[in-house]
């Protein structure tokens, strides 16, 4: 099949976009207002941006009355966000999280989840959540789309401070993915959790390169650098 998005029909029951970028790792961000009010919410438009210093970014569309998500305005506000690692485990608490409720409702208390202090930021961290990331507003992107919700912000933070339960780190010091069982979203109303995984190495042998891929600064530094790993 072919066919131009908002030109030429699809001819499908339901619009194929969101189901062919797969799987999508979540943003589950936190965040709190002005007020010190708290918000959560996931956001399937999620990912790193660079390691060294350390980037992630989320993507939010606008809500069903075409107003900017609490996320982002927090984020800008505050200057801060949390990213939680979403798992299967948590995964009601995730959906229970996404649902669009007033300004000021704490989706904490609604998933029945537990907050945790974060330590150089305000927004909480999810107790049960593996892996959290404390992280600075570095920046916003907007891009104009058809309303209501077609318009997106993209917030971009610095990571200042990372959390892993030692429950997940394996005896050779490497996360343990399988055990973590991370949520990713997929199309339609459908998710996935990773359940096996396999590597591959670059070929070539350039230090340099597998220092990245493995997204190791001080490895990647020293192999440009000439100097001794």
């Given at each position: 099949m072919y066919y131009e998005p908002g030109v030429t029909p699809h001819g499908l029951p339901h619009d194929p976009f969101k189901s062919c970028v797969i799987p999508r790792p979540i943003g589950w961000i936190s965040t709190?207002?002005?007020?010190?009010?708290?918000?959560?919410?996931?956001?399937?438009?999620?990912?790193?941006?660079?390691?060294?210093?350390?980037?992630?970014?989320?993507?939010?569309?606008?809500?069903?009355?075409?107003?900017?998500?609490?996320?982002?305005?927090?984020?800008?506000?505050?200057?801060?966000?949390?990213?939680?690692?979403?798992?299967?485990?948590?995964?009601?608490?995730?959906?229970?999280?996404?649902?669009?409720?007033?300004?000021?409702?704490?989706?904490?208390?609604?998933?029945?989840?537990?907050k945790l202090p974060s330590r150089l930021v305000k927004p909480m961290r999810v107790q049960g959540s593996p892996i959290q990331f404390e992280c600075v507003y570095l920046n916003s992107l907007r891009f104009p789309g058809k309303p209501p919700m077609g318009t997106a912000d993209v917030v971009f933070g610095r990571v200042v401070a990372i959390h892993i339960d030692d429950e997940v780190i394996s005896d050779q010091?490497?996360?343990?993915?399988?055990?973590?069982?991370?949520?990713?979203?997929?199309?339609?109303?459908?998710?996935?959790?990773?359940?096996?995984?396999?590597?591959?190495?670059?070929?070539?042998?350039?230090?340099?390169?597998?220092?990245?891929?493995?997204?190791?600064?001080?490895?990647a530094a020293n192999s440009s650098s000439g100097s001794p790993r």
């Amino acid at each position: 099949m072919y066919y131009e998005p908002g030109v030429t029909p699809h001819g499908l029951p339901h619009d194929p976009f969101k189901s062919c970028v797969i799987p999508r790792p979540i943003g589950w961000i936190s965040t709190v207002d002005a007020q010190g009010r708290h918000n959560l919410a996931p956001y399937s438009q999620f990912q790193n941006v660079t390691f060294d210093p350390p980037i992630v970014m989320f993507s939010a569309n606008q809500t069903t009355q075409g107003e900017r998500k609490d996320s982002v305005r927090n984020a800008e506000q505050t200057g801060e966000f949390v990213w939680n690692m979403a798992t299967y485990a948590l995964r009601d608490a995730v959906n229970i999280s996404a649902e669009e409720v007033p300004h000021g409702v704490d989706e904490f208390d609604r998933a029945g989840l537990i907050k945790l202090p974060s330590r150089l930021v305000k927004p909480m961290r999810v107790q049960g959540s593996p892996i959290q990331f404390e992280c600075v507003y570095l920046n916003s992107l907007r891009f104009p789309g058809k309303p209501p919700m077609g318009t997106a912000d993209v917030v971009f933070g610095r990571v200042v401070a990372i959390h892993i339960d030692d429950e997940v780190i394996s005896d050779q010091g490497l996360i343990d993915v399988l055990k973590i069982q991370p949520l990713a979203r997929m199309g339609y109303y459908d998710y996935t959790f990773v359940e096996n995984q396999f590597q591959m190495v670059i070929p070539g042998n350039s230090k340099a390169l597998l220092a990245g891929l493995e997204g190791s600064a001080d490895k990647a530094a020293n192999s440009s650098s000439g100097s001794p790993r």
